[in-house]
């Protein structure tokens, strides 16, 4: 446990506001797929991706299946 805090202190990324809504939304439904995340923002596909690989590279998201059905759930790791 501790290693964890130690990795989350020394590896926080600064979340912008779309990255708190993916967060804020996959908290309340459990999960997010691209076409979920269409419905809340009006970024455009390509910066949806972007988004989505940065919450991943930084441990926030992990994804889950593949091609359309694809979604995200939140790292059990790491409580924000």
């Known amino acids: ?3 964890v805090k130690e990795r989350l202190v020394a590896k926080q990324p600064r979340l912008e506001d779309h990255h708190r809504k993916i ?7 459990g999960s997010i797929a691209s ?3 269409a419905k809340i923002s009006p970024r455009k596909r390509s910066t949806r991706i972007i ?3 940065f919450l991943t590279e930084n441990e926030i998201l992990v994804r889950r299946g593949n091609g ?3 979604f ?3 790292n059990e790791e790491i409580v924000l």
């Open 72 to 74: 995200y759930i939140l």
């Open 23 to 29: 967060i804020r939304y996959v908290r309340m439904n």
């Open 51 to 53: 988004d989505f690989k």
């Open 35 to 37: 076409r979920d995340y």
């Open 68 to 70: 359309k059905g694809s």
């Open 1 to 3: 446990m501790e290693r």
